[in-house]
C-alpha cells in the first residue's frame, strides 16, 4: 500500500510540474505540442487561443495566423475556434529521416499591438515501417579452405522508425555450418555478421540457403527477410587484409570537387591471381555513391559532389577488398565534414507596422524579423545591429527572434521615412553579414496648429472703394501634411457699427484674401478692427487667429461746408449746390481794419483735403473789403466813403486743399448805414429784394417796425436803470459823513457807470455781427466780456466824482443807442 502510494504521489508532482512547464512556456511565447505522425488534414494539434489567453474575437481583431516563412506549411490556425490544427498529413519518417527528435516549428503573428509566438510540435513516431532489406536476395560466396571463425557481413536492414518501432534484433534460419551474430556499433546501429562454425566441404554442400529476418519492437511487431545464398568456392585459402580496422579523417566542407579523401590499403598472403586485391564499397546508400568514388585498383576515396555540413556532418562508409578467388576482407571508413562559414546570415522580415503614427507612444513593436544561418557553432552564431542614429532600437525575443521598437519619439514635421538598415552578421572567420532595408514611413497626426506668415496685418483702403475689392491676403502654413495641413480663413464673429462684421468684409477660405463687401466712408468708418481664424482640417482640428487692422484713407470726396452766413432760401429752394448768403450790418465810420462779418466753413474730410482757406471772389466794391485767408473774417480793407454804395455785395470763394481741389461760395449783404433811419429804410429795401416774385414785404416790415419798437424800449428801460442807481449813490454819499472809511476799501469797478455801459457796447459790438435772421447766428464773446466785472475806465481820485458830464452821458447815450440797433 504505501508502494503504491508513492507511486501516485510521484505521478502528481510530474503532472504539476508539467502545468507549470507549460504555462511558463505559454508565458514566454513558447508553445509545445505532439501529435502522431500520419494524422488527417484538419486534425487538432493544441488550443491555441487558451494556452496564449487570448480570446476568440482577439484573435480575429488582431489578425493572428501562422507566418510562412517560406518553408512548407504544416499548420494553420482555426480562427473560428482558436485550434491549431494539420494542413496535410504529416510522415516523420519523410521530414526528419533518422532525427531522434522530429520537431516542426511554427509561428504565430499578432497585430495591434505587434507580437510573436513561437511553437513547435513533436511529431511522435509510430510503427508505420518494417524493417527491410536493400536487395530480397544476396550471394555470398566462400572458399571451402576458410576456417572456421570467419566472420562474414550482412547487408543491414533498414526501418526508418525510431526508437522501440525501429530496427531491434535480427534472427537466422538455422544452420549446421553457420550461426548469426549481431554487433552494435558505436552509433548504435545492429550490424548483422554471418560466423563460419564449421568447414565448408564443396563437394558435399555447393551451396547454402538462409533466410535473414529484422524485426523491430513496435506493436504490433513487424518484420522484414531477406534470403542469403552461399556460394562455396574451390581453393584461394586467403582472404585480403587491410592494413586499419577503421579508417577515420576529417575534410572541410568546401572542399573542392575531385579531390582525395583517403586511401585504404588491403594485402593478400596468396599469390598470383589470387593475391590480386580491388576495391570497392560494400553495401552503402545509394546517396553516399553520388558523393564519393572509390578507385577498384588503388583503393583511392575521391570526392565527387560537393560536401554540406548542415546536411551531412558524418559519413560512414564500408569497403570492401576482394581477390581474384573471391575471398574478401571489410573495413569501416568514418569521414568527418567540419564546418566552413560558408552560409550567410539570412534575415526573413515576418511583419512591418508601416506607416507609423508619429504619436506612437515609446516600445511600440514596428517589425518583426528572424536570422537564419545553416552553419553551426561559432558559424552559425549570428549578431544582429541597427543604426544608433535612427530612433529605433533593436530587442531579441528568444532564439534567433528580433524585433525594432520606436526609442524616441517620432516627428514627422522633422523626418518623414526612415530607412533602417539591419545587419546580421555570424561568428565565423572571416565573419559573413548581410543587411535589410526596412523602409518606415511616419503617418501624420494633427499637431501642428497653423502659422501665420505675420504676426499682424494691416492694410490701407481707399474710401468710395468699389465693392468686392481686394484688401489684402492672409497667408497661414502648416507643418503636419496632406489632410492636417489643408488650412481654411474665416472670420471671426464681430459687430461694427451694430452690424454684423460679415457684412462689411469677407475671406475667401482657400486663398485668404479678404474682400470689402461694401464702399466705405472715412467719414462715417476710419478704422476696422477684426480677427481671422485659420483652421486645419485634423481632427480634431487646430486653429490660430491673427489681427487685421484695416485703415480707411480718406479722399477729397466733401465739398466746404458754410455754416455761417446761411444758405440762401431761394437757392437752397432752387438746389442750385452750395450757394450761401447772409446780410451784414456795418456803421458807415468804421474804421480799416474792423470786422464785419465772419464767413464760417468746415468741411467732412480730413487732412490736407479738410484745410480751408477763404478769398473774395467778387464785391460791389474791390477795394473796401478783404477776407482773411484762413481765418475767413472779413474785414473793412479802408473806411467806408460816402460815395460808396449803401448795399455792398461780397462772395466770399471757400476752397479746400485737396486733388482735385473742391470748394463752396458765400454770398454776404453788407449794408452801410449813419442812422437807424436810413438803416431800417436799407432793411425793408433788402427784405422786398429778399422776398420771392409776388409775395407781399408787410410781414417783414412789420416785424422790422416790432423789433425797433423792442429796441427802443429797452433802451429806456436801460436809461431809468442808470439814473437809479446814480440816485442811490448819491444818497449813500449823503448818509455817510465823506471821510468815512465804511466804503473804504471797495473797488470802484463795483460800480457801474456810462464809461462801463460804453465799454461793454464797444467790447460787445466789435464781437457781435447779427444779420436780419439772427436766430441762425452764432455768437462769439471775446475774453473781455467774460470777466467778473464789466471793463470801466477809472476816474480821476481827486475829484471823487463817478458820475460824468451831461456831455458825456449824452455821447454814451447816443452811442450805446447806435451799437445797440446794429446789434438788432
Known sequence: MCAVGRRWGRRQRALLWAVLLAAWEAAWGQLRYSVPEEMPKGSFVGDVAKDLGLQLPA????????????????????????????????????????????????????????????????????????????????????????????????????????????????????????????????????????????????????????????????????????????????????????????????????????????????????????????????????????????????????????????????????????????????????????????????????????????????????????????????????????????????????????????????????????????????????????????????????????????????????ENNAAGALVLTVRATDADWGQNARVRYRLAEGRVRGAPLSSYVSVQAETGALYALRSFDYEQLRELQLWVRAEDGGAPALSSNVSVRLLIVDENDNAPQVLYPPQAAAAAAAGSGAVWSGVELAPRWSEAGALVAKVVAVDADAGQNAWLSYELAKATEPGLFRVGLHSGEVRTARSPLARDAARQSLVVL?????????????????????SVAELLAELGSAADEAAAPGEPAAGLTRWLVLAVAAVSCLFVAFLLLLLALRLRRWRRQQLLPADSGALRGVPVSHFVGIDGVRAFLQSYSHEVSLTADSRKSQLRFSAGSCCDTLPARLPDEASGDLVPSGDQVTETGGQAAFQLGFMI
Open 59 to 462: 484573435l480575429k481583431d488582431r489578425d493572428a495566423h501562422v507566418f510562412d516563412t517560406g518553408r512548407t506549411r504544416y499548420f494553420f490556425l482555426d480562427l473560428q475556434n482558436g485550434h491549431l490544427s494539420m494542413m496535410e498529413q504529416v510522415d516523420r519518417e519523410e521530414i526528419c529521416a533518422a532525427v531522434a527528435k522530429c520537431v516542426l516549428n511554427f509561428e504565430i503573428l499578432v497585430k495591434r499591438p505587434m507580437n510573436i509566438y513561437k511553437g513547435e510540435v513533436e511529431i511522435l513516431d509510430i510503427n508505420d515501417n518494417p524493417p527491410s532489406f536493400p536487395e530480397r536476395r544476396n550471394v555470398l560466396e566462400i572458399s571451402e579452405n576458410t576456417a572456421p571463425g570467419a566472420r562474414f557481413p550482412l547487408e543491414r536492414a533498414h526501418d526508418p522508425d525510431i526508437g522501440v518501432n525501429s530496427l531491434q534484433n535480427y534472427e537466422c534460419s538455422e544452420s549446421s555450418y553457420f550461426t548469426l551474430d549481431v554487433k552494435t556499433g558505436g552509433d548504435g546501429v545492429k550490424y548483422p555478421e554471418l560466423l563460419l562454425v564449421k568447414s565448408l566441404d564443396r563437394e558435399q554442400q555447393a551451396a547454402h540457403h538462409l533466410i535473414l529476418t529484422a524485426t523491430d519492437n513496435g506493436s504490433p511487431v513487424k518484420s522484414g527477410s531477406t534470403t542469403v545464398e552461399i556460394i562455396v568456392l574451390d581453393g584461394n585459402d586467403n582472404a585480403p587484409e587491410f592494413t586499419q580496422s577503421v579508417y577515420k579523417v576529417t575534410v572541410r566542407e568546401d572542399v573542392a570537387v575531385g579531390s582525395r579523401v583517403l586511401q585504404v590499403t588491403a594485402s593478400d598472403r596468396d599469390e598470383g591471381p589470387n593475391a590480386e586485391v580491388k576495391y570497392s564499397f560494400f553495401q552503402i546508400p545509394e546517396k553516399f555513391n553520388k558523393t564519393f568514388k572509390m578507385d577498384p585498383e588503388s583503393g583511392e576515396i575521391v570526392i565527387i559532389e560537393n560536401l554540406n555540413f548542415e546536411e551531412h556532418e558524418f559519413y560512414e562508409l564500408v569497403v570492401q577488398a576482394r581477390d581474384a578467388g573471391g575471398l574478401s576482407s571489410h573495413s569501416k571508413v568514418l569521414i568527418k565534414v567540419v564546418d566552413v562559414n560558408n552560409y550567410v546570415p539570412e534575415i526573413v522580415i515576418m511583419s512591418v507596422f508601416t506607416p507609423v503614427p508619429e504619436d506612437t507612444p515609446l516600445g511600440t513593436v514596428i517589425a518583426i524579423f528572424s536570422v537564419q544561418d545553416r552553419d553551426s557553432g561559432a558559424n552559425g552564431e549570428v549578431q544582429c545591429s541597427i543604426s544608433d542614429s535612427h530612433p529605433f532600437r533593436l530587442e531579441k525575443s528568444f532564439d534567433n527572434y528580433y524585433r525594432v521598437v520606436t526609442a524616441e519619439l517620432l516627428d514627422r514635421e522633422q523626418v518623414s521615412e526612415y530607412n533602417v538598415t539591419v545587419r546580421a552578421a555570424d561568428g565565423g572567420s572571416p565573419p559573413l553579414q548581410s543587411s535589410a532595408v526596412l523602409a518606415l514611413r511616419v503617418l501624420d497626426v494633427n499637431d501642428n496648429a497653423p502659422v501665420f506668415a505675420e504676426e499682424r496685418y494691416s492694410a490701407r483702403l481707399a
Open 654 to 674: 471757400v476752397k479746400d486743399h485737396g486733388r482735385p481741389a473742391l470748394s463752396a461760395t458765400a454770398t454776404l449783404s453788407v449794408v452801410l448805414a449813419e
